[in-house]
C-alpha cells in the first residue's frame, strides 16, 4: 500500500447494474484487437470493476487485474489513492464471451434484506432482475497459489490452539490514541501488542494479527489475517511491533498470534483427474446472498486429501440436478488456497449459476500433475 486514506474507495455494484451489465457481448465488443499491458496509477474513487471497464471493456473481467497485482493488492474491496497497478492487456480470448447460462428470474429484492457485498444504499431496491446471466471466459489458466494469497487466505481453527501472544491494545502516535473507539491500523503504524501471554516476544519476531469470526460447527471459528507486524522494541508489559503488510482493516483490540512460516509458491498446469477426493463446502468467509468470484469459503477436506492449488467443482446435488450431478448441476470452480488438518481454504475462480451456497458438494477434478 502506498497512500494511506480514511475512506477506502470499495467495490460496490448495485445488483441491478451487475445483472444488466451480465448480457451477452455485443458483435462489436467481440472485435476488440489486443492492446498491450499498462499501468495505471490509482486515483480516489477508483475500484477493480470501474478499471476493468475501462480498460478490458468488461467490468465482470476485473479479478484479471487483481490477480495481476496481487503484490500491492491484497484485498480487491480495497484499493488506495497512488497504488500502481499493471493492467493486463487485454486479447481477442478475453473479450469474447463463450458461454451464457440462463436463469430463472430473481424474486423482488425487499429493503434491507438480501444485501449482498455489492449492495449500494444509494440504488432503488424492490426491482425484480428479469433474467440474470453468467458469463464464462475463455482463459489459458496456470494452478497458482502466490505467498501474498496464501498468507492473507482465512481458516477455520478452534481459538485455543491458535497459540495467542496478546492483542493490540493502542497505537504508538499520541496523537491517535485519544479516541475511545477502536483505531484502525494502517501500514507502517508502529503499535503496542499487550496483554501479552506466555512470555514477551523477542525482538525481529513475526506476529500476525487476526480477526477472529463466528464459529462454524465442527471445526471452529473463521480466523481472518489481518495484518503481519514485526516486534521492534521492548515496552513495559507490551512489545512494539510495526505493521509490514496489511491483508485487510486492522484495529486496535484484535488478537495477535505468532506468524506462521512463510508459505512457498505453487504453479503448474492443471490436469484432470478422475474420482478426485469429494466433501462439501461448510461456510463461507462472508455468507452474502449472492456469491462472486474471488469469494472465499471452507471445506471439509484437510491438507490429507487436497493439495493446494488444487481444482473443485461445486455442484448441485443429483436430486436438484436432475441425477447428471457434476456435469448438468455445475455451480461453480474453485481453487485451493491453503490446507489445514480437518479443513481447507478455496477461492472462487468462475461462477456457472447464481445457487452457490454453503452444504454443496465439490469435487477435485483438476491438480497440478
Same mark, same amino acid.
Given at each position: 500500500?502506498?497512500?494511506?486514506?480514511?475512506?477506502?474507495?470499495?467495490?460496490?455494484?448495485?445488483?441491478?447494474?451487475?445483472?444488466?451489465?451480465?448480457?451477452?457481448?455485443?458483435?462489436?465488443?467481440?472485435?476488440?484487437?489486443?492492446?498491450?499491458?499498462?499501468?495505471?496509477?490509482?486515483?480516489?474513487?477508483?475500484?477493480?470493476?470501474?478499471?476493468?471497464?475501462?480498460?478490458?471493456?468488461?467490468?465482470?473481467?476485473?479479478?484479471?487485474?487483481?490477480?495481476?497485482?496481487?503484490?500491492?493488492?491484497?484485498?480487491?474491496?480495497?484499493?488506495?489513492?497512488?497504488?500502481?497497478?499493471?493492467?493486463?492487456?487485454?486479447?481477442?480470448?478475453?473479450?469474447?464471451?463463450?458461454?451464457? =447460462?440462463?436463469?430463472?428470474?430473481?424474486?423482488?429484492?425487499?429493503?434491507?434484506?438480501?444485501?449482498?457485498?455489492?449492495?449500494?444504499?444509494?440504488?432503488?431496491?424492490?426491482?425484480?432482475?428479469?433474467?440474470?446471466?453468467?458469463?464464462?471466459?475463455?482463459?489459458?489458466?496456470?494452478?497458482?497459489?502466490?505467498?501474498?494469497?496464501?498468507?492473507?487466505?482465512?481458516?477455520?481453527?478452534?481459538?485455543?490452539?491458535?497459540?495467542?501472544?496478546?492483542?493490540?491494545?493502542?497505537?504508538?502516535?499520541?496523537?491517535?490514541? $485519544?479516541?475511545?473507539?477502536?483505531?484502525? %491500523?494502517?501500514?507502517?503504524?508502529?503499535?503496542? =501488542?499487550?496483554?501479552?501471554?506466555?512470555?514477551?516476544?523477542?525482538?525481529?519476531?513475526?506476529?500476525?494479527? %487476526?480477526?477472529?469470526?463466528?464459529?462454524?460447527?465442527?471445526?471452529?471459528? @473463521?480466523? %481472518?489475517? =489481518?495484518?503481519?507486524?514485526? %516486534?521492534?522494541?521492548?515496552?513495559?508489559?507490551?512489545?512494539?511491533?510495526?505493521?509490514?503488510?496489511?491483508?485487510?482493516?486492522?484495529?486496535?483490540?484484535?488478537?495477535?498470534?505468532?506468524?506462521?512460516?512463510?508459505?512457498?509458491?505453487?504453479?503448474?498446469?492443471?490436469?484432470?483427474?478422475?474420482?478426485?477426493?469429494?466433501?462439501?463446502?461448510?461456510?463461507?468467509?462472508?455468507?452474502?446472498?449472492? @456469491?462472486?468470484?474471488?469469494?472465499?469459503?471452507?471445506?471439509?477436506?484437510?491438507?490429507?486429501?487436497?493439495?493446494?492449488?488444487?481444482?473443485?467443482?461445486? $455442484?448441485?446435488?443429483?436430486?436438484?440436478?436432475?441425477?447428471?450431478?457434476?456435469?448438468?448441476?455445475?455451480?461453480?470452480?474453485?481453487?485451493?488456497?491453503?490446507?489445514?488438518?480437518? $479443513?481447507?481454504?478455496?477461492?472462487?475462480?468462475?461462477?456457472?449459476?447464481?445457487?452457490?451456497?454453503?452444504?454443496?458438494?465439490?469435487?477435485?477434478?483438476?491438480?497440478?500433475?
Amino acid at each position: 500500500m502506498h497512500a494511506r486514506v480514511d475512506h477506502r474507495p470499495r467495490i460496490l455494484l448495485p445488483l441491478a447494474l451487475l445483472i444488466l451489465m451480465a448480457l451477452p457481448a455485443s458483435p462489436a465488443a467481440a472485435q476488440q484487437q489486443t492492446t498491450q499491458p499498462r499501468e495505471h496509477v490509482v486515483r480516489r474513487g477508483d475500484t477493480l470493476w470501474g478499471l476493468a471497464r475501462t480498460y478490458l471493456m468488461n467490468p465482470f473481467l476485473w479479478p484479471r487485474i487483481f490477480d495481476a497485482n496481487r503484490s500491492v493488492v491484497e484485498d480487491p474491496h480495497w484499493i488506495y489513492p497512488d497504488e500502481r497497478l499493471m493492467i493486463p492487456g487485454l486479447t481477442d480470448t478475453l473479450a469474447v464471451p463463450i458461454s451464457v =447460462v440462463e436463469q430463472a428470474p430473481a424474486a423482488p429484492v425487499e429493503q434491507g434484506q438480501g444485501r449482498s457485498r455489492f449492495f449500494d444504499p444509494q440504488a432503488p431496491v424492490g426491482t425484480p432482475a428479469a433474467a440474470p446471466t453468467q458469463l464464462s471466459f475463455a482463459q489459458e489458466e496456470d494452478i497458482s497459489v502466490s505467498r501474498a494469497e496464501q498468507a492473507a487466505a482465512p481458516w477455520l481453527a478452534d481459538t485455543s490452539s491458535l497459540g495467542i501472544v496478546g492483542r493490540v491494545t493502542a497505537l504508538s502516535d499520541p496523537r491517535r490514541r $485519544s479516541d475511545l473507539l477502536a483505531q484502525r %491500523v494502517h501500514p507502517h503504524d508502529r503499535l503496542y =501488542v499487550g496483554r501479552l501471554r506466555g512470555g514477551s516476544p523477542a525482538n525481529g519476531d513475526s506476529l500476525l494479527v %487476526v480477526d477472529i469470526r463466528q464459529a462454524v460447527r465442527g471445526f471452529g471459528h @473463521k480466523i %481472518v489475517p =489481518v495484518a503481519l507486524v514485526r %516486534v521492534e522494541e521492548q515496552a513495559d508489559g507490551a512489545v512494539v511491533a510495526v505493521v509490514l503488510h496489511q491483508y485487510g482493516e486492522a484495529r486496535t483490540g484484535d488478537v495477535v498470534i505468532l506468524a506462521p512460516p512463510r508459505p512457498q509458491a505453487v504453479s503448474g498446469r492443471p490436469a484432470d483427474i478422475a474420482n478426485g477426493p469429494t466433501g462439501e463446502i461448510v461456510a463461507f468467509l462472508d455468507e452474502d446472498p449472492l @456469491k462472486g468470484v474471488v469469494d472465499q469459503g471452507f471445506i471439509d477436506l484437510g491438507a490429507d486429501q487436497v493439495r493446494l492449488g488444487d481444482i473443485l467443482v461445486a $455442484s448441485l446435488p443429483p436430486e436438484v440436478a436432475g441425477g447428471e450431478g457434476l456435469r448438468v448441476g455445475r455451480v461453480a470452480r474453485l481453487k485451493v488456497v491453503r490446507t489445514d488438518e480437518r $479443513s481447507s481454504t478455496v477461492r472462487v475462480l468462475d461462477m456457472y449459476n447464481t445457487a452457490l451456497t454453503s452444504g454443496l458438494p465439490v469435487r477435485v477434478t483438476q491438480r497440478q500433475p
